[in-house]
């Protein structure tokens, strides 16, 4: 016995119509609204923002853009870019908000040295530990939150006097 194709074609047409029709019954109760919601925990409101059906998004700042020192550094600095350490850490706070404190004879001698191989791509680093690996252990990191500045400080080494 030979089934031909004309008997099949009732059961796809009606298969193709139950699909489209799936497919094609989205109402507006089906699609959530972008809407706030709260949460309470431990006495501390929290406010989420859905923006899809299982994606929820607390509305506050990440820790990087609370303090700035904080926030992550992950970039290759251009070897044309960055000769010695004062060039590369000019380049690394160039968006940070943060700049680098200037006419200082001791700080003259950081800024002149030449830029090792292995710091041509930092991170991902937090900005401090950024700026501190770039200065290396003879320095200490100061940062003026008001000004905004990033200073160093000699470290006294081994048999030194402390000034």
Do not use: K
Request: include cysteine.
């Amino acid at each position: 016995m030979l089934i031909r194709p004309q008997f099949y074609r009732p059961f796809i047409g009606a298969l193709a119509a139950v699909l489209v029709g799936a497919c094609a019954s989205t109402t507006e109760e089906t699609a959530p609204p972008i809407t706030p919601a709260s949460a309470q925990t431990g006495g501390d409101a929290r406010v989420f923002l859905r923006q899809s059906r299982y994606t929820l998004v607390e509305l506050r700042p990440d820790a990087g853009q609370q303090n700035l020192q904080r926030q992550i550094i992950d970039l290759r600095i251009p070897a044309t870019a960055a000769t010695t350490v004062g060039d590369a850490m000019r380049y690394v706070l160039r968006h940070s908000g943060y700049q680098l404190c200037a006419n200082d004879p001791v700080l003259a001698t950081l800024w002149g040295l030449p830029l090792p191989a292995a710091h041509l791509q930092l991170g991902p680093l937090p900005l401090n530990q950024t700026l501190q690996l770039l200065a290396g252990n003879a320095w200490r990191l100061s940062v003026d939150e008001r000004e905004r500045r990033v200073c160093f400080i000699a470290v006294p080494l081994n048999g030194e006097a402390r000034p």
